[in-house]
């Protein structure tokens, strides 16, 4: 695209060339390109043969992080991922984490990894990677499940490609992703080491007024969730908080590698509690994001670095303001699956044929149609008291609500059909947990996923209301939706 903007092509036969280019690309594609689907979930634990409703003598939990910045950002090119190709950080304003805990029940099945990222997302294959790397440690607790997301920053390094020099070139470093690896499979056997007797609660909070949604309908979780682990030894508690929003406050100028305002949440976390935590996003697709997230990206003169620390600060007082929360009985049931979605993102294809996205597809031989080879779980805490649906992408929120676009306001015209997410729990409370052990872009309902009628994938629409379709580029497809709700469904029905 760069050399044939170059040219003074106009911008409409640049995407046509481009679409006729990744087309002769993708035909030639080799096979020693793809995956299957036996290498792809072959360091996915598949969790409980069957849910419990036994209670274990007690929760066993354990912390454990680890610093993944380099120490070199500003002096060699690191491309902040998020927002802009060919970005290049200069400084650092604060450090990516991995963050992990270690749950068990104590029943006598085996423990529970979640680690949270700082990052835009990472794929299934990169989080392979770091889960061989912890099963090769010798003398961890029984494991039955790692899962491994994103936070979802845009101000980290980026770690998916899709943000380098140029549109068809990798932002990844190879020299950082493998620190990246390394460091983050150490921070979850430090969790596993450091585990500790307790107790944990669950509680949340109404943050409505602090979130917004730019693309209809307007549909999002208010709530904040937390979990507090109170150990009996007297140490730090450990707060693992789930809320949905996209990092993203410090707005498309930043030349800075930060976490956003889930850093300064947990500093003042911190700072009130002496405690630890853990971030998990939610269902960010739509687009959920900060209350006054339209002065970040379209006011120039607008305080980005301020609003996101201020931010954080007050998601934080919320986190330890909450005084209702309830005891969680001593059960952690987790069920995975291993998922096959088609893959229609012509941008995707080219991106693996590449060698820039490093997530796993696969392609038979007497085919040319690829699928992507991802995976979600279902994970309950307590005696049916919390549901936590583990989601591979950036989930639109009324897949989870149902809150559904109308026929008539949709941009195909018809209505969704999907059992969300809601109706597939019985549990007390339950959220999603968005872009784990996968990244795939954005999940959207099919009745409103609209593409370009000529150019597809490679260029944003309108829709017969105005509304501009730009999540579509980012999808794997208009089934995605549809595929992973129905896997999740499945799950749940094993209970």
Request: net charge negative; with cysteine; glycine share 10%.
């Amino acid at each position: 695209m760069q050399v044939l903007r170059f040219l003074g092509l106009p911008a409409a036969v640049r995407t046509l060339i481009s679409v006729l280019a990744a087309v002769l690309v993708l035909i030639h594609a080799p096979f020693s390109t793809f995956t299957t689907q036996e290498a792809a979930s072959k360091y996915m634990l598949p969790g409980d043969d069957s849910f419990t409703q036994t209670a274990g003598t007690g929760w066993t939990l354990g912390f454990g992080k680890a610093v993944l910045t380099p120490d070199d950002v500003g002096e060699k090119a690191y491309y902040i991922a998020g927002y802009n190709s060919n970005n290049p950080a200069e400084g650092v304003l604060d450090d990516m984490y991995a963050r992990a805990v270690y749950l068990d029940d104590n029943t006598g099945r085996g423990g529970v990894i979640f680690c949270a990222i700082d990052c835009v997302g990472l794929s299934r294959h990169d989080i392979n990677e770091i889960r061989a790397a912890v099963l090769e440690n010798e003398g961890l607790p029984a494991l039955k499940s790692i899962n491994i997301c994103a936070t979802h920053t845009h101000s980290a390094i980026d770690t998916q490609g899709l943000w380098g020099k140029s549109y068809v070139s990798d932002g990844k470093d190879k020299a950082f992703m493998q620190r990246l690896k390394e460091r983050t499979a150490a921070a979850i056997v430090s969790a596993c080491e450091n585990r500790r007797d307790g107790a944990l609660y669950y509680g949340t909070a109404d943050i409505g007024d602090k979130l917004s949604d730019s693309r209809t309908p307007i549909d999002y979780s208010p709530l904040l969730t937390r979990l507090r682990f109170v150990p009996a030894d007297g140490g730090k508690e450990v707060y693992i908080v789930n809320m949905s929003c996209h990092p993203e406050l410090l707005g498309r100028g930043t030349k800075n590698v930060s976490a956003d305002f889930p850093a300064y949440m947990g500093k003042e976390i911190e700072a009130q509690t002496g405690g630890e935590f853990v971030f998990l996003n939610g269902a960010v697709g739509g687009q959920i994001s900060a209350d006054k997230i339209d002065d970040v990206l379209k006011d120039p003169d607008f305080d980005c670095e301020g609003y996101m620390k201020q931010y954080g600060k007050e998601i934080g007082e919320t986190v330890v303001g909450i005084t209702e929360e309830a005891a969680l009985t001593p059960l952690c049931n987790i069920r995975s699956q291993a998922v096959s979605l088609p893959c229609d993102n012509t941008i995707f294809k080219l991106g693996k044929v590449l060698n820039i996205l490093t997530n796993d597809i696969q392609r038979k031989w007497y085919s040319a149609k690829m699928q992507i080879l991802t995976e979600v779980s279902y994970l309950e805490l307590g005696a049916k008291q919390v549901g936590l649906f583990l989601i591979p992408g950036e989930l639109y929120s009324e897949l989870y609500s149902g809150n559904f676009l109308p026929a008539a306001e949709a941009a195909n015209g018809f209505d969704a059909d999907y059992k969300p997410l809601s109706e597939m729990t019985s549990c007390e409370h339950s959220f999603v947990v968005g872009l784990c052990n996968d990244a795939l872009g954005y999940i959207i309902p099919d009745n409103d996923f609209m593409n370009n009628e000529w150019l597809g994938f490679f260029d944003i629409t309108k829709d017969q209301f105005g509304r501009t379709h730009y999540e579509e580029t980012n999808s794997a497809g208009p089934e995605t939706a549809r595929v992973l709700l129905e896997a999740m469904d499945a799950l749940t029905g094993q209970q």
